[in-house]
């Protein structure tokens, strides 16, 4: 790929349709690239020619912590306020059958027939940072696409989802008292990709005291991170936290994000309001403090590096030659006389010759 | 001889019996190791020897097996019919006064046409109408509504007001039928609507007998045809118990359903301790309400599935009324034996029929109410032969009830109450099943009782599991089915007549629908609805409110939403 | 063109029957079968399926009737797909058909449909012959 390949008639045809805003060629065209079908890139650079637009907003948290039927439910006040709204959900492949069970859709019947919404399930397909591989590049086709609001929800079996943060411009957490303490939240890194914390089904016992223990951790969290902010120079972008990547921003003590711990029960609705206004707040906040703009930064970042790694490895596994000494490598280390480096080390050289 | 000679005399005399007891047991299990050498030394068939809910049984049970508080307590665990704890019965004489009651499920099409099917089936010896509902009254919508489109009146009858109830018992008297209802979500207008229609004949509510399938709670758990959240529902449930036990003593206003638990896929096991900890839920919710629960418990019965598996089945019923009966005087402190005494309808397991040579299902049903009848069950539904292919035609429906006669006055089982008491199998499986029971009791009360296990999904999640490995012994062959995966002979062509549901129909009960809504008095229709909606906001019983919205001739689905702008919608939550 | 991709399917239970017993089951079973299943739940309008078939662009819908309500269901949601512009959307499903009405909707475009009793198997093996023989078209 140069700087791009024109597009093939059929998928000519598909941007024709996408640009009159027809469901099913975004629908086709999320296909295209979740499959990375032959010329995908090429369509994403097409429409994405524009730059972002939409505000994106994550959601994670563990399984059971009603994530599905809170996106629902803020997806459909995003509607009254006359907002278009893409929802991409992520549910786990099973690793023994390859194939997924796709769930998400049971909780959004409500909104399964706005034309103003779109929903897409997606499978991890082998990924494991709670997100799918091309989920971010889903996204970016739903900005395209014209959507003002993409509504992000990642699988939530568990592991640490900081994938999360490459997509999303605000990343909210949630939990319900069933899912453990505190502690067990800031051992699973959620302190650290937090934007905002959502104690949902707040009727439950146990979820004031939650709160409380949230509240008492980030506090406890934020003196730590003043003191620490010069030592995160430097580090590598795909990792980054918070903290860390606002360091273009000015000093958090000027203006900082302090992180809100709110309760909502999304089956009655209740603090669905103020999540809303939370979410906006955090916007403005972004916005006003530039950090958007360096979030954007180290997103692009890391969005390039991930199609560097990916086309690296298309070109090295799909060319003849790295084939041939791949094969070769293996005789050799059976034979007793190479090792993997040395057979890497000679892939490499043609590569890179 | 003084206190303590007499002491050691008795002692004495102990030890001997002990000995002695010992002494029979060294040979009996000396014997069965014998017993157990030759059956070693055979070549067995190449097969499951599990029943179809998966439990493993041995070749032979002995009275090693019998339970160990048999000598001791065994009047406790067994009792007689008609006594604490009910294990052989729940009455006295049992069916030497009285067969069980034959009572046919049905309704289809229109009041009208399901009004000839039940004088056909009363004609014919039927002793109880059973109300089947099509799917829009069983979710709460009017025939004229848009989700109702194509159902109406396809798997039972549609019902939308009043009017409509009163054309299905149209010269049926009410003060001399009983009556079940089987619906759930909206049970309590299709009650009120029953009660007006009631008082339309001129029959007096005190004398109607009765029931109402009304368990919400398995709806959640199964059968998914809800309407309201549990906590309003429940609140409904209770607000009927209150006004049924002050107002028509004679009804049952609940029947504890493990049917659908099981038809989902659930074990015996499984269906045995959902139902019954549903049913201590429902009193559990009475008694907070501040009911006395002498003055409901009575009324409480329940509704099983006769699947399969023989014995397991009768045994399934026998260890249903020795826990409930337990429950409910030791947990419970119920007083009177008539709330003890746990009194269950069945019918045949709708699940195990099969669409590939239907005249089977005959033989299959056969067995299975005669299981229901060794059971003990006051009331059977035997099901139709073409169930699977279509609603049962009149033949098959007959054929279904034909099958329940020959068994109660041909085949001498309901000669002898509880026939099979004392064997060592079908008393270790009634053990065993309680056991079982009483261990998922536990596992539900952990989670912190029956709406939690329900908002985390994790019933209909056992239920599927349990599905799910049952589908799997089937595709493997490893549990036969004749005419499915076993025998397959004869398989190729369905040779029987189906009924057919004129799709006229919709349009004819629409048309009705708009015929009544405008031949009635528009303002007390809406002062109902409002004076409803205001009810459902305090803590006044909604039953006085809603009879007044039946006799406006307020739709079911009027009724529906004006309560649900109190109470909101349910809405499924995890599933898989 | 013929490419190994995975197959979508959308597992539908519309109508007003809550008995998803089988859709369950055929769900589990295609998701074992290494097909990406969608599952929509209970209660479903036909203008829900199809929404749900087009935004996640599955290659086949397979709906659960029970209820009776086969003859309206099945072409109602066959007429949608068309006008939303997915005819190239296998239709399918199972529940209790009679024969007459199984012809009937094969006649309307309908794919096959499973009766009670059907092994799973046959319907993934369906699916996937019907996949394969559309790739290699």
């Known amino acids: 790929m140069t700087e791009t390949a024109p597009l093939s008639p059929e998928h000519e045809s598909l941007l024709a349709h996408f640009r009159e805003g027809k469901p099913l060629a975004l629908a086709r065209a999320i296909s295209i690239v979740e499959n990375e079908r032959n010329g995908f890139q090429d369509l994403l650079h097409t429409v994405m020619a524009g730059g972002p637009h939409a505000r994106r907003v994550g959601f994670t948290g563990p399984p059971g912590a009603g994530k599905s039927s809170l996106v629902a439910s803020i997806a459909t006040r995003y509607r009254e ?41 997606m499978a991890t397909r082998g990924s494991l940072g709670g997100l799918a591989t091309t989920t971010k590049e889903v996204v970016d086709l739903m900005d395209a696409f014209g959507f003002d609001r993409v509504l992000i929800e990642t699988v939530g079996v568990g592991q640490t989802e900081l994938e999360i ?110 999540l809303l206004e939370t979410i906006g707040r955090h916007r403005d906040w972004l916005v006003r403090t530039g950090s958007l703009e360096s979030r954007r930064r180290n997103r692009a970042a890391v969005r390039i590096r991930d199609v560097v790694d990916r086309e690296v490895r298309r070109v090295a596994w799909t060319s003849e030659v790295s084939r041939e000494l791949l094969a070769a490598g293996v005789d050799q280390i059976a034979r007793g006389e190479g090792t993997p480096y040395s057979a890497a080390d000679r892939i490499l050289e043609a590569l890179l010759r | 001889m003084s206190t303590i000679e007499e002491e050691l005399l008795e002692r004495a005399k102990l030890q001997e019996a002990v000995h002695d007891r010992d002494r029979e047991i060294a040979e009996l299990r000396a014997r069965l190791a014998t017993w157990e050498d030759q059956y070693g030394a055979v070549p067995k068939r190449d097969t499951l020897f599990t029943t179809v809910s998966g439990r493993e049984v041995r070749p032979l049970y002995t009275e090693l097996d019998r339970p160990d508080a048999a000598a001791a307590d065994g009047d406790d665990r067994l009792g007689f019919p008609g006594s604490y704890p009910f294990t052989r019965g729940p009455y006295a004489t049992m069916y030497r006064t009285r067969l069980w009651t034959m009572r046919q499920f049905a309704g289809f099409a229109t009041a009208e046409e399901t009004n000839a099917r039940y004088k056909y089936l009363l004609e014919h010896g039927q002793t109880g109408l059973s109300v089947a509902f099509d799917f829009p009254t069983l979710m709460g919508f009017d025939a004229d509504h848009a989700r109702s489109l194509g159902e109406v009146g396809v798997c039972g009858v549609a019902i939308s007001s009043l009017a409509d109830m009163e054309r299905l018992f149209d010269g049926i008297p009410l003060d001399r039928v009983s009556v079940s209802m089987t619906i759930n979500g909206p049970a309590i207008i299709l009650f009120c609507f029953y009660v007006a229609a009631a008082e339309r004949q001129g029959v007096d509510p005190a004398v109607l007998r009765g029931t109402v399938q009304n368990d919400i709670l398995k709806e959640y758990q199964a059968q998914h045809a809800w309407v309201f959240p549990p906590e309003p529902a429940l609140r409904c449930i209770v607000d009927m118990f209150e006004w049924c036990s002050e107002n028509t003593p004679k009804y049952n206003p609940i029947s504890i359903s493990g049917y659908h638990i099981r038809e989902a896929g659930a074990t015996a096991a499984q269906e045995l301790a959902f139902t019954l900890r549903n049913g201590f839920e429902y ?33 399934k019923l026998r260890a249903a009324r020795r826990i409930w009966a337990r429950g409910m005087k030791e947990k419970y402190g119920a007083k009177d034996p008539d709330s003890w005494r746990l009194r269950t309808h069945c019918q045949t397991a709708g699940v195990t029929l099969t669409a590939q040579q239907p005249e089977n299902n005959i033989v299959r049903v056969a067995y299975q109410a005669m299981a229901a009848a060794l059971g003990g069950t006051q009331s059977l539904h035997t099901n139709s032969m073409d169930e699977t292919l279509s609603l049962p035609t009149e033949k098959a429906v007959r054929i279904a009830l034909r099958t329940q006669q020959v068994l109660a006055y041909e085949s001498g089982v309901p000669n002898t109450i509880d026939p099979l008491a004392g064997s060592y199998f079908v008393e270790h499986l009634t053990d065993e099943l309680e056991r079982d029971a009483l261990g998922l009791f536990e596992e539900i009360d952990a989670m912190g009782g029956v709406v939690p296990g329900i908002e985390q999904g994790w019933f209909q999640q056992e239920i599927a599991a349990s599905a799910m490995r049952q589908q799997r012994e089937v595709e493997a062959g490893d549990r036969p089915v004749v005419g499915v995966n076993h025998f397959l002979e004869g398989s190729e062509k369905l040779e029987i007549d189906t009924l057919k549901i004129d799709p006229a129909i919709e349009r004819r009960q629409v048309e009705k629908m708009a015929a009544m809504r405008s031949s009635r008095d528009d303002e007390s229709v809406q002062r109902v609805l409002a004076a409803l909606t205001e009810a459902c906001r305090t803590e006044e019983n909604v039953v006085p409110r809603i009879l007044d919205c039946a006799r406006a001739y307020c739709t079911l689905y009027e009724i529906r939403a004006a309560m649900e702008e109190v109470f909101g919608a349910y809405k499924e939550p995890v599933f898989f | 063109m013929s490419e190994d991709r995975k197959i979508r399917i959308l597992v539908a239970k519309p109508g007003l029957d809550g008995h998803d017993r089988g859709a369950k089951v055929i769900a589990s079973a295609f998701r074992d079968a290494g097909f990406e299943v969608i599952y929509t739940g209970l209660h479903q309008t036909p203008e829900m399926v199809v929404s749900a078939a087009v935004q996640e662009d599955v290659d086949v819908v397979a709906m659960s009737v029970l209820s009776g309500a086969h003859m309206t269901l099945f072409p109602r949601v066959k007429e949608l797909l068309d006008e939303a512009g997915a005819d190239h959307v296998l239709l399918t499903g199972g529940g209790i058909i009679p024969e007459e009405d199984v012809l009937a909707l094969e006649a309307r475009g309908i794919g096959r449909l499973f ?23």
């Open chain 1, 81 to 121: 306020l006359d907002e278009h709204v893409g929802v991409v959900a992520v549910d786990p492949t099973s690793p023994y059958s390859g194939g997924a069970l796709l769930g998400d859709r049971i909780r959004m019947n409500d909104i399964a027939t706005d034309p103003g919404i779109f929903i897409r399930s």
């Open chain 1, 165 to 274: 943060t490459a997509a999303a411009d605000t990343v909210v957490v949630v939990l319900v008292p069933e899912s453990g303490d505190a502690i067990q939240a800031m051992k699973a890194g959620l302190m650290e990709i937090a934007d905002v914390f959502v104690v949902n089904k707040a009727d439950r016992p146990g979820s004031a005291r939650l709160v409380k223990e949230l509240r008492q951790a980030l506090h406890l969290k934020a003196g730590a991170a003043m003191r620490d902010i010069p030592a995160h120079h430097g580090v590598d972008l795909g990792r980054m936290t918070r903290k860390e990547r606002t360091t273009d921003a000015p000093p958090a003590e000027v203006d900082g994000w302090e992180i809100p711990v709110l309760t909502t029960n999304a089956l009655t609705g209740e603090g669905l309001e103020e």
């Open chain 2, 283 to 315: 009193v559990e919710r009475g008694i907070a309400r501040g009911l006395d629960v002498d003055a409901f418990a009575p009324r409480l019965s329940f509704f099983f599935d006769i699947h399969n598996d023989f014995f397991e089945e009768i045994a």
């Open chain 3, 115 to 137: 009766g009670p009793g059907t092994a799973t198997t046959e319907a993934i093996e369906y699916v996937n012959e019907w996949f394969q023989a559309r790739q290699s078209a």
